[in-house]
């Protein structure tokens, strides 16, 4: 059985950081792009970054460019995403998804993965 957790949100004033994790289990992580997404109360979902199974590739959607990072390790089994310089409406619940690597692409401008397993989300809300 394949489970997915996030942990790591909270509140946080603007311009302020936190770091969220990911930990999957019940898969081989390695053979997993990782995302992250986050959703808004009225909102749609919105892609926030991905990463290849090696952590070479990265993603971010233009929201976040230059403020959060992504990053993984697969010793750990473990994903993160560093937010910086966060601003309220980066207010979310943040998701963790993984992908089967297998016809998979992820590029500075590109992220092309079959999410298929998803996580019960950690909250983010920044205060202004």
């Known amino acids: 059985q394949v489970l997915v957790v996030e942990s790591g949100g909270g509140l946080v004033q603007a311009g302020g950081s936190l770091r969220l994790s990911c930990t999957a289990s019940g898969l081989t992580f390695t053979e997993y792009a990782m995302g992250w997404f986050r959703q808004a109360p009225g909102k749609e979902r919105e892609r926030v970054s991905c990463i290849n199974w090696s952590g070479t590739s990265t993603y971010y959607a233009d929201s976040v460019k230059g403020r959060f990072t992504i990053s993984r390790d697969n010793a750990k089994n473990t994903l993160y995403l560093q937010m910086s310089s966060l601003k309220p409406e980066d207010t979310a619940m943040y998701y963790c998804?993984?992908?089967?690597?297998?016809?998979?692409?992820?590029?500075?401008?590109?992220?092309?993965?079959?999410?298929?397993?998803w996580g019960q989300g950690t909250q983010v809300t920044v205060s202004s």
């Open positions: 998804a993984s992908g089967a690597t297998l016809g998979a692409y992820v590029s500075g401008d590109y992220c092309k993965v079959d999410f298929n397993y």
